[in-house]
C-alpha cells in the first residue's frame, strides 16, 4: 500500500483548500458521495465492506420510503468513487463528487492519510462530510463541516496504555510502526507517552517505511532482543498478520496488542494472532437487538458477517439521516447544521455522544483472537 512523501501530501493540502463549487441537487433524492477504497490491496476487505454498510443503510432508508426531510421523503441515491487508497486520488475523487455528481454530503474515506486531506476539500467547499472510521485529530480539527463515527486516536491510544498496564501487567512494551502513516506513528507516539506516563517501560520503538515492510528483520531482531512482554502493532489489516508471521519466526513470544486497524483482517489471517487484543467499535457477540439486526439483514443480503467497517459506514449513514430529520430541506448547510445539532445518536456500533464538536465520545471495545476468531473481552471506558 503505497503512502508518498510528506512533502507531497502539504502539496494536496494546499490543493485542497481551493473551494469545490457543488453542483444543484436534483429534486426529490439525497445524493450522497462515498469514497471507498476501490483498488489497491485494500479493497478486497475495506472498500467492499464500506460499500455494503452504506448500500445498507441506504436501502434501509429507502424501503421505508427515504429519508424525511420537512415533511417531505426523500430518497437516498449513493454515488460511489473509488478513492484508490492515495490522498491526491481522494481529493480528486470528492471534487469529482462535488462538483460533477451533485452530492450534499460525503461519507468516508476510512483511513486517516485519506480522510485528512479530503476534509480540506469539504471544509472549504462547505460541503458536510462524515468519516466512519477515521481517528486522527486532523479530520475534524478547526473544522466546521467534518464530522466522524470512530474514536479519536488520543482516546484510543491511553485506553490502549490503561489496559496494557491495568489488565496485562506489563512492565515492558515494544512498538513497530510505519512511519510514512499519520494513523500509524500517531498512534504509536500517543501510546508510547501514556505508557510510560503509567510507569511503564518502552524498550523498543522501532520503525519502517511502506516500501520495506516486507523485510523488518532487523527492527524484529531489535525487539526479540529486548524481551519485552507486549508488542504493539498499530498498522494496518493488510499488513499485520505478515508482520506477526515474521515476528513468531524471529523467537517472540510477547502478547501481540494492535489497534482498530486490525478490525479488517482477512478471518483466514486470523488463526495467525491467536491470543492477541485489540481495540475495535464493536463486537458482534456484545451486540445490542439493534445490532443484531443488522447483522441479520447483512448476511441475509451478503452471505457474510459484517465488518467492523461496514458497521461504521453504515452508522455514519444513520447518523447523517438523523442530522437531517430536524432540518427542512436536504442542503449542504442543512445538513451540516443538523449534525452539529446531534447530541446522542444510538447505531449499531453504540452510542456516541457529540460535545460541541465533530468528535464522538463513545466506548472502546477490546476484543481477543480466539480459536481463529475475535471475540468480545471487555469495554474500556473514557
Known sequence: MKRLAWVLVLAWLVAACVPAAPAEQPTGELRIGVLATLSGTAADVVGRSTVEGAQLAAKRANDAGGVNVGGRKQRVVLVIE????????????????????????????????????????????????????????????GKRYVFRAAFTDPLQGRA??????????????????????????????????????AGGQVVAYESYTTDARTNLAAQLGRVQASAAQVLFLPNYADEVPAQVEQARQAGIHATLLGSDSWGDIAAAEMEKLEGAFYTGHWASDMASEQAQAFVAAYREAYGRLPTETSALTYDALGLLFQGLSNQNTASAEAIRNGLASVESYTGVTGTMRFQGTGDPVRSIVMLQIHDGRATFYRLVNP
Open 82 to 141: 473509488d478513492d484508490q487508497d492515495r490522498a491526491e486520488a481522494a481529493i480528486d475523487a470528492a471534487r469529482k463528487l462535488i462538483t460533477q455528481q451533485s452530492v450534499v454530503a460525503l461519507v468516508g474515506p476510512q483511513f486517516s492519510r485519506n480522510a485528512i486531506p479530503v476534509a480540506g476539500v469539504a471544509e472549504s467547499s462547505h460541503i458536510p462530510m462524515v468519516s466512519p472510521a477515521s481517528t486522527r485529530p486532523e479530520t475534524t480539527a
Open 160 to 197: 490502549l496504555a490503561r489496559f496494557t498496564r491495568d489488565e496485562l501487567h506489563a512492565q515492558s512494551v515494544a512498538v513497530l510502526y510505519d512511519v510514512a502513516s499519520a494513523y500509524n506513528k500517531g498512534l504509536a507516539d500517543i501510546y508510547r507517552d501514556a505508557f510510560q506516563e
